[in-house]
């Protein structure tokens, strides 16, 4: 049955949140209108169970700001479908995480932003980082298993190879890394966002991390803006022949829930543009298997799935298979899916013909939960001079390598691509 094609949900059960954080594409900070009831909440488990759904990530928000959300958490998995959480980890203590374990979570993801004074920044408060790894620290004693997350920006990417050594040392397994994109709170301070050629610099040193990380244990998993047929792309998605990008996922295998009950096929796509329907009106198999906005992606593979190309991506070899990448990095760049500036291939491509590519915006968002403005995107030669207000370039000569690190080379075999 068709409703089965989807086995993962992420769920933000509460738009509460006791961070402020700069990046913030929910804009998270007070309660939703109209949030669902524990009643209503109890009942999209069952549904969720119902349509095949196998794990349940709760976001916020912060999730554990809501009075019931254990309950939810112990109804996930007495339904049989495994129970995560993504947290920012301020105000987790020891006798929490002990709750969490009784209720059935089985894996939690913290968010770590940068450095701690960046990190804190970043997070709007002082103190996130020193409590993202005070939870950490309550997770690994009551036997939860935990890793990070990370996104990079002009902010966080110097210190990209520190952030992995004190996460390392915290005892993560592993560490999910993503590209800061222009939604929400990210859309008022673009600033910070990596320009599309900055990826240039960016991707040997992720690889080069990525490569001591597996060496030490650590699996550093790629979300879906990082990436795309540059020469370390199969290295890291997994290392073999077929972990490469095969295209945006939204409503084929992935689900996501705000917390008034509007469904998407993705749970950080734009909800304006994206939400399939309601739960309160609609059941959730009806909304995956009748809505358009779930079921666009399902053309992949056919002279339809590359219909909404645009721009390089429309040229690219890689269209059929690539279909633009993420759909939520392209949307909320240019407010259409179908041409993904922040893609490693693409980089590339344009540094051989001498032209680099430079996004600003041209119309701000509106200032809702998962909103976008607008960019434009120009082309310009590669050696062009930076703009002068843009004090926050990033380049290679910017990471901050530690010293241990400094006579260790890029192994050759991860600079492979086809």
């Not at 999209?44 to 958490?73: C, K, N, Y």
């Not at 990033?394 to 050759?412: K, M, N």
Request: charged fraction near 20%; include cysteine.
């Amino acid at each position: 049955m068709t409703y089965r094609r989807i086995s993962y949900a992420v769920w933000e059960i509460t738009l509460k949140c006791n961070l402020a954080c700069q990046h913030c594409g929910s804009r998270a900070g007070h309660t939703r209108a109209k949030e669902l009831s524990t009643e209503e909440a109890l009942d999209l488990v069952s549904q969720m169970a119902e349509v095949g759904i196998t794990e349940v990530t709760l976001i916020g928000g912060e999730a554990f700001l809501r009075p019931d959300w254990l309950e939810i958490a112990q109804a996930v998995t007495q339904a049989g479908m495994l129970c995560g959480m993504t947290t920012g980890g301020y105000g987790i203590t020891l006798e929490t995480a002990r709750r969490m374990k009784e209720a059935g979570i089985q894996v939690v993801s913290v968010s770590v932003d940068g450095l701690e004074a960046t990190h804190d920044r970043i997070r709007g408060r002082q103190g996130s980082w020193q409590w993202a790894f005070k939870t950490m620290s309550h997770l690994k004693e009551v036997g939860i298993s935990f890793g990070c997350n990370t996104q990079i920006n002009r902010l966080s990417a110097p210190e990209f190879p520190r952030i992995y050594e004190h996460l390392r040392d915290a005892g993560v397994f592993a560490w999910q890394i993503q590209l800061t994109v222009p939604m929400g709170n990210a859309a008022d301070n673009s600033e910070i966002l990596l320009q599309p050629y900055e990826l240039l610099d960016v991707y040997p040193m992720i690889a080069r991390v990525a490569q001591r990380a597996k060496r030490e244990g650590v699996r550093v998993q790629p979300g879906n803006n990082i990436g795309y047929y540059g020469p370390y792309e199969r290295f890291l998605r997994g290392g073999d022949a077929w972990t490469f990008w095969q295209g945006c996922s939204a409503g084929l295998s992935a689900l996501g829930i705000e917390a008034d009950g509007a469904i998407k096929g993705c749970p950080s796509l734009p909800t304006s543009a994206y939400t399939g329907g309601n739960i309160r009106d609609r059941s959730l198999r009806s909304i995956i298997e009748e809505t358009e906005e779930l079921r666009f992606n399902l053309g992949a593979g056919t002279p339809k799935g590359t219909e909404h190309l645009w721009g390089f991506c429309k040229t690219c070899e890689f269209a059929e298979l690539c279909r633009g990448g993420c759909s939520w990095t392209a949307h909320v760049f240019f407010d259409k899916r179908g041409n993904n500036p922040y893609c490693h291939h693409r980089a590339l491509t344009q540094q051989k013909q001498g032209i680099r590519e430079r996004v600003f915006l041209k119309h701000r968002a509106e200032g809702n939960p998962f909103d976008n403005g607008e960019f434009s995107l120009v082309e310009e030669v590669i050696n062009a001079p930076w703009p002068e207000n843009d004090s926050l370039h990033f380049t290679a000569d910017s990471i901050q390598w530690p010293d241990s690190w400094q006579q260790e080379p890029l192994l050759p075999s991860l600079i492979v691509l086809n």
